[in-house]
């Protein structure tokens, strides 16, 4: 298989039916895309969404790590991991020419002083003369089937033996993904692409009014000051449970499940959901203001987070 995309759901059933979601979105955007789910769930659905289900090794563990082996579960010559609370908003094929030269990258920016990750760059400069860091998010990760990934995900796992060593930063307990393949792909040179705005964002930093509609190819918002319009929305750091996934998820199930037509779905969705949605935030600002003094905001409408 030459080309395709990879996640990973484990444990709980939350994070299945979020494979689930993943791969309906992927499939009315990027038909023919092929697609492969690691787990070690026994969903007969899953079989029916995904192309290739590969049985996690949960000796690993459950959790950020598995991100490590993705190299060795991959089925295809070129892989595009994705998050599994990610959704695909529109067509992605865009992403595949950025990556082409690469043997193992991620969309980001090269860091080369201060700190990144809670790592002291000047620190792994002096110890393992790096001359960069990548910053970047883990929602996407792009790699070939070859000897060069390979040594560069071997790298990874190796720094999580020795971790104490780089004085790495636990996260919720446990080691996160992006700082060690940060180092492990700064000892080899590789290098981060940028998506100018287009590819993977999470919500982290957004403000103002968010725009999304999964269906129809729509979502943007601001990051930090920037007007960006993602092909791929990681609903990282539990925004799963906020509204828009949950909204963006009804119109999924309507398509995919009752083989509503894509613009009938977005109308009636947003219909029932957007009203008592502003209803709320209306309610909470009112309650805020009232409470702790302080001023009403009526807009964002719809905002991302309940307290912006």
């Known amino acids: 298989m030459e080309r395709g995309i990879l996640t990973i759901a484990q444990g709980k059933k939350q994070y299945i039916d979020l494979a689930k979601n993943l791969a309906i979105s992927l499939s009315i955007h990027n038909p023919g895309l092929k697609k492969a789910l690691v787990t070690d769930s026994d969903d007969p659905e899953l079989r029916k969404l995904y192309d290739v289900v590969i049985p996690a090794d949960n000796s690993i563990g459950i959790g950020f790590l598995q991100k490590l082996y993705i190299c060795d579960y991959s089925p295809f010559d070129e892989t595009m991991f994705v998050d599994v609370d990610c959704l695909c908003v529109r067509n992605i094929d865009f992403l595949w020419a950025p990556f082409a030269k690469c043997d193992v990258s991620v969309i980001g920016r090269k860091v080369s002083e201060g700190e990144q990750f809670g790592l002291s760059l000047p620190e792994m400069q002096r110890q393992l003369g790096l001359q960069y860091v990548i910053s970047f998010n883990g929602g996407v990760y792009y790699f070939k089937k070859n000897e060069k990934a390979k040594i560069i995900f071997d790298a990874a796992k190796d ?20 700082p ?6 700064g000892l080899y040179n590789q290098e981060p692409i940028d998506d100018h705005g287009k590819g993977m964002y999470t919500p982290v930093g957004q403000s103002g009014q968010f725009k999304m509609d ?3 190819g729509k979502c943007e918002f601001v ?20 509204f828009h996934y949950q909204r963006e998820k009804k119109k999924l199930n309507l398509v995919h499940y009752y083989c509503f037509p894509k613009g009938l779905a977005s109308v009636l969705i947003n219909i029932i959901y957007n009203p008592p949605y502003v209803v709320y935030v209306f309610c909470y600002r009112a309650v805020k203001a009232v409470a702790k003094g302080v001023k009403f905001k009526l807009f964002p409408l719809m905002p991302m987070f309940r307290f912006e």
């Open 214 to 216: 999964v269906l129809l």
């Open 159 to 178: 720094i999580v033996k020795n971790y104490e060593k780089y004085n790495l930063v636990k996260v919720r307990g446990e080691l996160a993904d992006e």
């Open 180 to 185: 060690i393949m940060s180092l492990a792909m």
């Open 223 to 242: 990051k930090t000051g920037r007007v960006v319009n993602p092909a791929i929305m990681h609903f990282g750091f539990g925004h799963t449970q906020a």
